[in-house]
């Protein structure tokens, strides 16, 4: 089973800052990477498929990159309505099933 | 609007059934593959269960294989997760989330999740 690791666990950041969030597969998972933003109370929302493309609707100050087992989410300058959990998911390896992270919390400083 | 509305949750003993629903409106729903995806409190995400557009590709998570069935009406625009044999470790926040994924032979591959519907609770205790 592939297994994903989010770091750093909780990220304190200011509005307006620049938040970089990592995502790591323990095996090669190619470009079939997916983010995920959740909010308290709410379901989560698509950030971003296929490792960099962004979700219809996505503002374009969030970016994801990389490939193979390396993985950013960047936002460029958080707003008051970014602070929340993100998730990344792998679905390149199935069955027994893809495998989300553990979430990054990113937080008001 | 894509919506997704889940419904059935509720408490039930270990080693009982229940029944969940999702339906769909705001897409052609028989267009995509469908996942259900639980959160237990305060924890992370799960995939549970994948269906292909027409219901010939089904997939489960190993933590429920053989306990639950996925399956789908595309004249009723519905989901359904039938569970049995409940366990407490089943205890979550059951959602329903259109699916990129594909079937291949009787085999679902789901791919990412979107959108997903707010949730059903599921409490499994004695």
């Known amino acids: 089973e592939i297994v994903m690791t989010q770091s750093p666990a909780t990220l304190s950041v200011s509005p307006g800052e620049r938040a970089t969030l990592s995502c790591r597969a323990s095996?090669?998972?190619?470009?079939?990477l997916a983010w995920y933003q959740q909010k308290p109370g709410q379901a989560p929302r698509l950030l971003i498929y296929?490792?960099?493309t962004r979700a219809t609707g996505i503002p374009a100050r969030f970016s994801g990159s990389g490939s193979g087992t390396e993985f950013t989410l960047t936002i460029s300058s958080l707003q008051s309505e970014d602070f929340a959990v993100y998730y990344c998911?792998?679905?390149?390896?199935?069955?027994?099933?893809?495998?989300f992270g553990q979430g990054t919390k990113v937080e008001i400083k | 609007e894509v919506q997704l509305v889940e419904s059935g949750g509720g408490v039930v003993r270990p080693g009982g059934s229940l029944r969940l629903s999702c339906a769909a409106s705001?897409?052609?729903?028989?267009?995509?593959?469908m996942s259900w995806v639980r959160q237990a409190p305060g924890k992370g995400l799960e995939w549970v269960s994948g269906?292909?557009?027409?219901?010939?590709?089904?997939g489960y998570a190993d933590s429920v294989k053989g306990r639950f069935t996925i399956s789908r009406d595309n004249a009723k625009n519905s989901l359904y997760l039938q569970m049995n044999s409940l366990r407490a470790e089943d205890t979550a926040l059951y959602h329903c989330?259109?699916?990129?994924?594909?079937?291949?032979?009787?085999?679902?591959?789901?791919?990412?999740?979107?959108?997903w519907g707010q949730g059903t609770l599921v409490t499994v205790s004695s």
């Open positions: 989330a259109r699916d990129h994924g594909y079937g291949s032979g009787s085999y679902y591959t789901p791919n990412w999740f979107d959108p």
């Open positions: 269906i292909n557009w027409n219901g010939g590709s089904t």
């Open positions: 095996q090669s998972v190619s470009s079939n």
């Open positions: 705001g897409f052609t729903f028989d267009d995509y593959g």
């Open positions: 296929g490792a960099s």
């Open positions: 998911q792998q679905y390149n390896n199935w069955p027994p099933g893809g495998t």
